[in-house]
């Protein structure tokens, strides 16, 4: 019969019996709300035909419903004191595969054709708050042939990824998620739902990986190089962000937002993910002096 981690006295004898402590380093904050772990794993594309890759099982309450759902489920846990507890919560499971390491030290295409041969991938997490930006790009820039990723984040970061390019709210990761997705915000998640409860409230979302502005960006590494120094300096002018951190000379920026009909005095937070697109493709033709590469 399978364990009901939602049963608050049930998870704390658990994690006593096993000495178990949380760790404010590793930003544990385990899911214990009965509604949420159910609606994540239907919402995360956990169903036959797909093997998920879950980050941070925890003590496998989100575990027990990918697992139930999915083909298979392999979760990548980098707390070693809670392998045991994992063997004890969901070792019933035989479509499950319990990893220890840490996500970002792993090569997930090699991982992914190794756990999921022909099989459809989804991730599924509840993710650190401290890390969530490294692994969500570790995950998109590595190429590897992910459907969905599907994350419970901060409300405050959800809100950032989910906003539209170009708008107030924005950031650089929302221009470097939405060039490999769409990004949806799907439900919020009060702070109670967790033990320990953290300091803010949170969200579930999914962002739907499609590559959408790979086949249109002339150099990729030129337009995160650009979005990363832009947005670092977010209240200057883009000419004035970009001259100071990445040295292009002040005409040759110029000159590049008059070709795409850009005032002169505009902000890197101000662009849509078309413009730039565009004044990437301009900009990385050219030395920082202006001179056309050969």
Known sequence: MMINLTDMKTVRSILSRHG????K????????????CPRIAEEGNAAPGFGVLEIGPGIGTLTQQLALRAE????????????PILEETVGEFDNLHILHGDILQFDVPQLLEQE??????AVCANLPYYITTPILMHL????????SITVMVQKEVAEKLQAPVGTRNSGAITAAVNYYGTVEMLFTVPRDSFLPPPNVDSAVIRIDVQKRYAADTKHPKHFFAML???????????????????HYEK????????????????????????QLVALSNCLSE?????EEKV
Do not use: C, W, Y
């Open 25 to 36: 380093k590793l930003g544990q904050n385990f899911l214990v709300d009965p509604s949420v």
């Open 251 to 274: 005409p040759v920026l110029l000159d590049a937002l008059r070709k795409l009909g850009l005032s002169e005095t505009v902000r890197m937070e101000n662009l849509t993910m078309e």
């Open 72 to 83: 298979k489920v392999t979760s990548v846990e980098l707390d070693q004191r809670l392998l």
């Open 116 to 121: 999921f041969p022909g099989m459809h991938v």
């Open 140 to 147: 998109l820039e590595s190429g590897a042939p992910i459907d």
């Open 20 to 23: 178990f402590h949380f760790s």
């Open 286 to 290: 050219k030395d920082s002096s202006g």
């Open 228 to 246: 990363k120094n832009g947005f670092s300096q977010r209240r200057k002018t883009l000419v004035n962000s970009l001259s100071a951190t990445m």
